[in-house]
């Protein structure tokens, strides 16, 4: 394994800026003092960078002249993905997933970028049967489930294979994130904000791996300053129930938490006739199947390598929670309808 250099960066480059994950990991290196320059797509809502002291270059991962974007900085987080459950957005998750990972790293390497962090997720891992996955662990392509899933596994053999031809790149892989900037929502933030609004009369019996996002945009800067060449991380807390994390909500708001679960049939019917009847007469469909096969599953997984080589922090979940509630009141989301239509470039 090659270790990092022993040195300090000042300048970084980061895609994804805009998204959930993006705008805490931006706030965090302004705050460590680093010159910040961020990759936004003509398209993009800058809310979540707004009034902070950043440069911006309008532009795609897939532009030919995104290297001339990179120079003069030493170090890049690639955090931005395509975030798609749905069946018909397959091509673009493949050419923004995969096509723009290997193009922004092979700029990289052309800019002079001295090292990579890859921002990949668990779901490139997949979920063991057995025992919360860490990892050492790696599911057979066929086996994960939706396209995004399969996307963020061919994008992260990207990241492998420029690290293995010499490239310095680290991988992290998010669990499930949950705090402020959530902006479009994720789903995770949508439960959050269908349990504030009184919209969850009844839950799926399924389990997610939590962790603050502040916890992660640190485990990307540990990555920079301590992580592996090649290697990956899985930036993660606690494993929970969906039951005992809206428990958890309860605990902090004061409202009910949903006492019955709904039979996995009930919404694993409903999302294949939305998708596979009702999506090609032109309706547009409210269930991705994908997404209810994968809360079937308990996606549990073991952070204890990044937190003993990394130094990942583990803050409690129940403040991540108050925060991400807190942060949803404070932004006017509990009586307002998010967006759900918008396309969203982060994790």
Not at 6 to 25: I, K
Not at 159 to 188: C, F, L
């Amino acid at each position: 394994m090659v270790h990092p250099p022993p040195r300090t960066y000042s300048h970084a480059f980061v895609t994804g800026g805009t998204g959930f994950v993006g705008a805490n990991l931006v706030r965090l290196l302004l705050e460590q003092g680093y010159a910040v320059r961020a990759l936004v797509r003509p398209s993009s809502r800058l809310d979540n960078l707004r009034g902070l002291a950043i440069e911006t270059v309008v532009g795609d991962l897939s532009d030919p002249g995104i290297v001339e974007h990179l120079k003069g900085c030493q170090v890049l987080f690639h955090v931005a993905a395509h975030y798609s459950l749905w069946r018909s957005d397959r091509e673009a998750l493949y050419r923004s997933n995969i096509l723009g990972t290997r193009n922004i790293l092979a700029a990289a390497r052309q800019a002079g970028i001295e090292r990579t962090v890859y921002t990949s997720s668990v779901a490139a891992i997949g979920v063991s049967e057995d025992n919360p996955a860490d990892e050492t662990y790696q599911s057979p392509l066929e086996k994960l489930i939706g396209s995004y899933k399969k996307s963020k596994f061919l994008a992260e053999q990207e990241a492998q294979q420029a690290a293995q031809a010499g490239q310095d790149v680290v991988i992290v892989n998010p669990s499930t994130p949950i705090g402020p900037w959530d902006r479009k929502p994720t789903p995770t933030g949508d439960i959050i904000l269908r349990f504030l609004r009184r919209q969850m009369p009844f839950y799926l019996e399924t389990g997610l791996n939590l962790i603050d996002v502040r916890d992660v945009a640190h485990g990307h800067l540990l990555a920079l300053k301590r992580g592996q060449t090649g290697d990956r991380y899985i930036l993660g807390n606690e494993n929970l129930t969906l039951k005992a994390m809206l428990e958890q909500l309860a605990d902090l708001t004061g409202l009910p938490a949903p006492k019955y679960t709904v039979p996995a049939w009930i919404p694993l019917s409903a999302a294949w006739v939305d998708e596979h009847l009702l999506a090609p007469l032109g309706k547009v469909p409210s269930i991705p199947l994908a997404g209810v096969q994968m809360a079937q599953q308990q996606m549990y997984y073991d952070a204890s390598k990044a937190v003993r080589d990394l130094g990942l922090p583990q803050t409690p979940i129940q403040i991540a929670l108050k925060d991400a509630v807190d942060w949803y009141r404070t932004h006017g989301y509990i009586d307002a309808k998010s967006n759900p239509t918008e396309s969203e470039f982060e994790l």
